[in-house]
Structures are given as structure tokens and as C-alpha cells.
């Protein structure tokens, strides 16, 4: 439907519809390589262009998130270019709903004068920059240099802060399973067929063809549990429990690997002498799990070792307890206690290679103020990763007067942060820009000015380097480029940038191509750019090998003992301790009528930006989507049957939703797909559908790093409307 609508303006109008399918079968097809935007995987494709529009879509061959395949969101999304309901040109706020289209120079003018004004009057540290993460920060940082602002904070306290911040403490940097080659996976809030990478399902598919062990803790029967050998079903918020029970049964029965840790580990008095008492049988009764499956499962694990490894997680746990980081430890210590790292088929680091830079003239530095949410500084949030950065505090910061100017880039905490009542408070700004590429619900609410980009397909970016989150040994480098012509009047970031940075007195640092980006950057690897142009994404030789890594020619890590520590000594403010111990979640269900709110990804959705894809939408509807699961025991006592209307209730909202009642999930919960609950008007396939679990969550801050703690929650549960 939209692609018939989006053709005829590319055909001149007096054309038949037969003339035009003639013309359009006979026109010759183009193959370009770019890559995906559904989400941070970034997966290398294939666009199919046919009389100027995009004709179909596949995975790349070789990049390594992909290999051939790309998720239903990847071949959804590419139709989204021609959605009605893209902002088609720059928008100035009129009324509280209201817009007007104005021109970019008109756009550019206004905002370089309201920017000048506020910095003036407040100072560089009045002007936060908050975006997704990765894909700006680049470009920001030259602006916010120039501005003499501190202030780049990132949406990822939403997401995986915990794992991030503990790693390079404790080990010195990340480590990724290798499925592949491993005998025994133990998944604790992954789930890798809903939270979708395509080539780690390949990479499982094989493990287990070869007769490796696949065991999935979680609350809920998740897709990756349907091919598990073994689903435990935990009480929610107690995996830090489970863990020190698994570390326990693994030292108290011998079975770790007593050299690695002779070697290679700091601090294992110190996290024994906390946590002998944390036997399986004390773990069973905080996480509902058996003691002899406990220790069942260290020793199958132990057996398999070092073949063996505790994925090392994204979202699912580390972004959503008060005892997240903890958990986050845990995660080193158990897989140290393996004595898996740097060896195959348990952990691995990534591929890495050196990329080159353009030199360009940067803004002269000027002295900063500290950061406006304290992330990273002494007294405050000092754990917290200062790149990171805690953005749900920012709409109490603009509300204190503290934040002036905010420039929000492909970024939508209305809807992906907590609480969007309170997150409405960003209003108040004297100037907000939003940089989407929709209508969401931050533009809508809050942006004095909206300035779209290009969507994906139509623009060039920076290569990147491809890793993270499963292993290959091959460094690859892959290029997302225009596949066509922007179909509205948008433009990419660099550019909107750029005509910004020309009202502020800042072009000569914003004075370079993408193009020109690129070859520097592929400059050291020794191939030209029309290389990288026609294949889309370069394999190069391997750089990932078994063994611990060297400095100065002994084995040791980035750490200060050159060790992995579990004992790590920042950490110890505030009451905490250097080494994991136990720590309950902060709320828990008491009454009969009361649940943890808990959430996850469905495999047809990302976050919510996917929700307003008519395509993808009808996948919701084909499955009732949208429902809320429910444990049939406890629905029972509630008199709630499969598909009744229920109340869910917290103090922060009160929501009506269908029920899918079920044995596949704990009791103590329940749980909620977190795609939905759009409220933006202007986004119409999306507006109304469903819930969304930020609605009922509190703005709050776990305190080590910084995360929103998203299933610190209990609701209410009640049949019908009341
Ligand atoms: N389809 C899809 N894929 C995606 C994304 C997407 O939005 N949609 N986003 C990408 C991004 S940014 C991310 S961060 C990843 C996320 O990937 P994941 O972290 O795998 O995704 P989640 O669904 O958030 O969480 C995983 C599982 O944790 C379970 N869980 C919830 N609470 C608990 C608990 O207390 N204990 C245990 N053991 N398990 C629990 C949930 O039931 C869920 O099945 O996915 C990436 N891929
Ligand atoms: N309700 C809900 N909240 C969540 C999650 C969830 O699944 N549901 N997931 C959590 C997790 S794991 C994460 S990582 C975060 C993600 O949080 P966000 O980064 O806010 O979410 P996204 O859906 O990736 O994209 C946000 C906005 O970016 C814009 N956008 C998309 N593509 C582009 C682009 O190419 N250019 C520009 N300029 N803008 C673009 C869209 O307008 C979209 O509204 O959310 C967290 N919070
Ligand atoms: S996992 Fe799917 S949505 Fe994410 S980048 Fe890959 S193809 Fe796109
Ligand atoms: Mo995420």
C-alpha cells in the first residue's frame, strides 16, 4: 500500500497503473550493500533498488551479526522509509500539540541564535547532549567541546550499564561466549531468539547440533528456552542468589580451577569469606530454585569446563535491580571459577582492529564545570560511567533550573525511559531540539524544534568496526551508505550539525565529508574506499587468539593487579562491599493481588520504535501481542481467566490490558512485551496499542551504576476495569 503510493511520484502522473508495473518489471534492479538500524546490532544487508525504491532486502554474507540473515525487523523496517508518518521537513512548536513546517535555514537560525543566548546567560553546562549512544557521539562531542559542556549522557542506564561498568574493572575489558565451540551454555536472562542477534541463533543451532548442554534461567518460558535442554524457572530479582550458590557449590565441592584462579585471580579470600553461608540450600529459598538443581548445575558445568560459560548478558538483568551490579559480578566471578576466559568455546574477547581518523581542527579546549548529572564525579555518582551518563535524572535537572539547552539525538526517553509524566518535565528547557526520524513521543511533547534525519537508507555514515556480544575472530569493518534519494525533506546528522554549527561560529571544526571520514579511517587497513563501497563489509585476517593476554610479555589484564579482581575497591562507598554479596530487591510482592512487574523483547519488535510498522504491527495482532502473561495458579485465585480484561495498578499508573494466562511463567510475576504503549498521536499505527512498562516505573537510580532499575516494581493486579 505505501509502496504503491510512494511509486507514483517517481512516474510521471499521466501514466496507467499497467503502464506503470510494465515499466517497473522491465526496469534494471541494483544491489547495495548497507547496514540495518532496527537496532544496536547493526547487522550487515542487501538493498534491492528498483526504479529508484526499495525493492527487497537480505543479510549480508559476511557480517558477522548477520551471515546471510537478517530478522523480521530488519526486512519490516526498510518499508518504513516510505511511512506516513515520517516528520517530513523541520517543525517549530506553535501550541501545546502544535507544529509548523519551517525551513532548514529558518531552523538552523533559530536555534543558533536560542543556543548562543543560553550560553551566554548560563554557561557551557547548561547544554546536555543525550542520545541512543555510539552513532552521534562523534559529531557531539566537537559541539558540546566547543560549547564547553561536560554534559554527553547516553540512554544506556536503560540497558546494560551494570555489565559495562563491571567488566573493565574486573577484568580489564568484555568477554564474549563462544557458542560455537562450547559444550555447555548457561543462559541467565538472555534470550537471544527474542533480544535477536541472527548469527548467535546460527552460532547456538550449531553448539547444539554438536551435542552442547544449553540450560535458560528465567522467569519465563523465553523463545531461546524452546530449545534448551533444560528452563529454570527463578523467582524474579534473585539471580545474584543463584550465582553465589553456584560459586559455593563450585568451591566448596573443588570443582573450580584452582589454577586460573592461583594465577589469574585478586580478591578470592575476600569474596569467600563473604559468602560461605550462601549455600544452595540458603539460595532456594530466596529464588524458589531446588538446591540439588543448583548444585546439579555447577557440576554439570564444572564437567564441561573450561567448555563452559555463563553468558555474559545484556539487558535482561542489568539494568533492572537494585542488586544488578552485584549480579554483574557474579558473572566474572562464576565463569573466573570455570577458568574459561581466553579460552575456546568458554569466553573470548572480541576481533579488534585499528581504525584510522581524519585530522581535523578541534574546538580550543575550554575549562568545564562538572557534570550536570554527577555521573563520574567525586561525592555524587562517582562509580557511574562519566560516557554514560544517567539521563533519567535529567528531567528533575531541567526542572531545577540546572539544564537549559537539550539536544536529543535518535533518542525517545518518553517512551524508553520511566515514568513519562515525570519525563515530561524536559518542557521546561528554554530550548529543546529533537532529532528523530518520527513523529515520537519526546518530539511531540517536548521538542521546541524537531529536525529529521535522513532515514537509514538514505544516508552515509562513519564505517564501523563490527563486535560485541558473540565472537569471531575475524575483525571486520562495514559501511552503512545511501541506498536512496531522501524521499522527504531531511537530512543526516553531520549536516543538520553543520548548519547549526555555522550560526554558532563553529563550521571550521564541522569542515569534512563522510567520505573524507571514511578513507582516513580505512587508511591504516591498506584498501581502497571503493572496495569498501562495493562489498559493504571487509573481513580481515584474525586477531583473536586462545591464552591470556600479554603486557610486556607476561600474561596479565588491564586491571591494577594485572589479575581479574573480585574484589573491586571503588565500589566499597556507601555501605557497599568490593566483592558480590547478597543484596534482596528493593520491593517485593506481599499481598495476594500483588506482582513484580517484569518485561522482555519479542522477537518481531524493537523497543518501540517498530510499533508504528504496519507490517510488523499485524505480526502483534496474528498472536495477541500485546498481552500481559499470568502464571495460571495465581489467576486462578484471582478468578482471572485467558483473555479477561485486567487493572494493573502502581503508583504511578492504573491500565487496563488482556490477560494470557500460562504455566510458562514464575508466579510471583508478571510480564509484559515492551513494544508498546505508544501515546503520540501522530504516530497512528502505534497510538493506544497496549501498555508499556515505564508507565508504571518510578524514575530511580541504582546507585553504583546508575541504572534505571526497570523491574523494581509491583503492581497491582485486579479482573476488569476498576
Ligand atoms: N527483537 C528484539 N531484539 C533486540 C532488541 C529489541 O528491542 N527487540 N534490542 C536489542 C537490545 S538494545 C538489547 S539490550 C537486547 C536485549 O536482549 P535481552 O537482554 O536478551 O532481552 P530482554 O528481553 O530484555 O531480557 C531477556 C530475558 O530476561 C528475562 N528476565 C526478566 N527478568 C528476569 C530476572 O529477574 N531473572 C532472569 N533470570 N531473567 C529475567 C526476560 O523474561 C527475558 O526473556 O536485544 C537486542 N535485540
Ligand atoms: N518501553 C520500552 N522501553 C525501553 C525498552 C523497550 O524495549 N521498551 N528497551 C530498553 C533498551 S534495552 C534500550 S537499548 C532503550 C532504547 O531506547 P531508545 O534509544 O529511546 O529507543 P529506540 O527505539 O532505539 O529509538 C528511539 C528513537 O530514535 C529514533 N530513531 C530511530 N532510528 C533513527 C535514526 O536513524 N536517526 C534518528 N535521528 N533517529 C532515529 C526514533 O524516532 C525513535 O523514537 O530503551 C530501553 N527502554
Ligand atoms: S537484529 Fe534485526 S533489527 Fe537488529 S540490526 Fe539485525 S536485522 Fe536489523
Ligand atoms: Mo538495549
Not at 533550573?401 to 528554554?430: C, S, W
Not at 563501497?533 to 585476517?541: I, Q, V
Not at 593476554?549 to 586491571?559: E, F, H, S, V
Not at 593487579?561 to 566483592?579: M, T
Request: a neutral charge; charged letters at 25%; hydrophobic letters at 40%.
Amino acid at each position: 500500500m505505501a509502496a504503491a503510493a510512494g511509486a507514483i511520484s517517481v512516474v510521471p502522473i499521466h501514466f496507467s497503473l499497467r503502464e506503470f508495473s510494465r515499466a517497473a518489471e522491465n526496469s534494471p534492479i541494483k544491489r547495495i550493500p548497507t547496514l540495518c538500524n532496527g537496532c544496536s546490532n547493526m547487522c550487515g544487508m542487501y538493498v534491492y533498488v528498483k526504479n529508484g525504491r526499495i525493492w527487497k532486502t537480505e543479510g549480508h554474507p559476511i557480517h558477522m551479526k548477520s551471515r546471510g540473515r537478517i530478522c523480521a525487523r530488519g526486512h519490516g523496517m526498510v518499508i518504513d522509509v516510505y511511512n506516513p508518518d515520517r516528520v517530513t521537513q523541520p517543525m517549530k512548536r506553535i501550541g501545546e500539540m502544535e507544529f509548523e513546517p519551517i525551513s532548514w535555514e529558518q531552523a538552523f537560525k533559530e536555534i543558533g541564535e536560542k543556543l548562543n543566548s543560553v550560553i551566554e546567560q548560563y554557561g557551557g553546562d547548561s547544554f546536555v547532549w543525550m542520545e541512543h549512544g555510539v552513532r552521534g557521539k562523534h559529531y557531539a562531542d566537537i559541539l558540546l567541546e566547543f560549547l564547553g559542556s561536560p554534559n554527553y549522557i547516553t540512554h544506556y542506564a536503560t540497558c546494560f550499564t551494570s555489565k559495562t561498568n563491571v567488566w573493565p574493572k574486573m577484568v580489564g575489558t568484555n568477554l564474549y561466549g563462544d557458542h560455537e565451540n562450547t559444550k555447555y551454555m548457561l543462559f541467565v536472562g538472555r534470550n537471544f531468539a527474542g533480544g535477536i542477534i541472527p548469527n548467535g541463533m546460527n552460532q547456538i543451532v550449531k553448539a547444539k547440533e554438536k551435542g552442547a548442554k544449553l540450560v535458560v534461567v528465567d522467569p519465563r518460558h523465553c523463545e531461546l528456552a524452546i530449545l534448551a535442554d533444560e528452563w529454570i524457572p527463578i523467582r524474579p530479582g534473585t539471580d545474584l542468589a543463584f550465582f553465589l550458590a553456584i560459586a559455593n557449590t563450585l568451591i566448596t565441592e573443588r570443582l573450580y580451577d584452582r589454577q586460573f584462579v592461583a594465577n589469574y585471580v585478586e580478591g578470592f579470600d575476600e569474596f569467600w569469606q563473604a559468602n560461605k553461608l550462601c549455600t544452595p540450600e540458603w539460595a532456594e529459598e530466596i529464588t524458589d530454585v531446588p538446591a540439588d538443581k543448583i548444585r546439579q548445575t555447577a557440576r554439570d558445568m564444572a564437567k564441561a569446563a573450561p567448555r563452559a560459560f555463563l553468558e555474559t548478558g545484556y539487558h535482561g538483568l542489568n539494568a533492572h535491580y537494585i542488586n544488578s551490579v552485584q549480579q554483574a559480578q557474579m558473572n566474572v566471578v562464576i565463569n573466573a571459577l570455570l577458568g574459561n576466559m581466553f579460552k575456546k568455546g568458554g569466553l573470548l574477547p572480541s576481533a579488534e582492529i585499528t581504525l584510522g581518523s581524519l585530522d581535523v581542527e578541534k574546538p580550543p579546549e575550554k575549562e568545564k564545570g562538572p557534570r550536570v548529572d554527577g555521573a563520574g564525579e567525586a561525592g555524587k555518582y562517582a562509580t557511574v560511567e562519566a560516557g554514560r551518563g544517567i539521563p533519567q535524572l535529567v528531567p528533575q535537572l531541567v526542572d531545577e533550573g540546572k539544564v537549559k539547552a537539550l539536544f536529543i539525538y535518535h533518542y525517545n526517553p518518553l517512551r524508553t525511559g520511566p515514568d513519562p509524566e515525570y519525563q515530561k518535565k524536559m518542557k521546561k528547557a528554554d530550548l529543546v531540539v529533537s532529532i528523530p526520524i518520527d513523529w515520537n513521543e519526546t518530539s511531540l511533547y517536548v521538542a521546541d524544534y524537531i529536525l529529521p534525519e535522513s532515514y537509514f537508507l538514505e544516508r552515509t555514515e562513519r564505517p564501523l568496526l563490527c563486535h560485541g556480544h558473540i565472537t569471531h575472530p575475524y575483525p571486520q569493518v562495514a559501511w552503512r551508505q545511501k541506498v536512496i534519494e531522501p524521499v522527504h525533506d531531511t537530512r543526516p546528522l553531520l549536516d543538520i550539525l553543520k548548519g547549526i554549527a555555522a550560526e554558532i561560529g563553529a563550521m571550521e571544526y564541522f569542515d569534512f565529508t563522510v567520505e573524507q571520514e571514511a578513507a582516513a579511517m580505512i587508511e591504516p587497513l591498506g584498501i581502497s574506499l571503493d572496495r569498501l563501497k562495493d562489498a559493504g563489509c571487509l573481513e580481515f585476517p584474525a586477531s583473536v587468539e586462545e591464552g591470556m593476554p600479554k603486557i610486556r610479555g607476561n600474561p596479565a589484564l588491564r586491571t591494577p593487579s594485572g589479575k581479574v579482581e573480585f574484589s573491586v575497591g571503588i565500589y566499597k562507598v556507601n555501605g557497599f562491599s568490593g566483592v558480590p554479596r547478597w543484596i534482596p530487591p528493593k520491593v517485593n510482592p506481599v499481598h495476594e493481588d500483588e506482582f513484580r512487574l517484569i518485561h522482555g523483547k519479542q522477537p518481531w519488535h524493537s523497543h518501540h520504535v517498530t510499533s508504528n510498522n504496519p507490517y510488523l504491527m499485524a505480526i502483534t495482532e496474528d498472536y495477541n501481542g500485546t498481552w500481559i502473561w499470568m502464571n495460571r495458579s495465581r489467576a486462578e485465585k484471582l478468578g482471572i481467566k485467558n483473555g479477561d480484561l485486567i487493572t494493573i495498578e502502581s503508583e504511578k499508573a492504573k491500565k487496563q490490558i488482556n490477560v494470557k494466562v500460562t504455566e510458562l511463567l514464575h508466579p510471583d510475576c508478571v510480564w509484559i512485551p515492551s513494544a508498546y504503549g505508544g501515546f503520540s498521536k501522530k504516530a497512528r499505527t502505534a497510538y493506544g496499542v497496549g501498555l508499556n512498562y515505564n508507565d508504571f516505573l518510578p524514575a530511580m537510580v541504582e546507585p553504583i551504576a546508575g541504572s534505571v532499575m526497570g523491574q523494581e516494581v509491583i503492581v497491582k493486579v485486579r479482573k476488569g476495569v476498576v
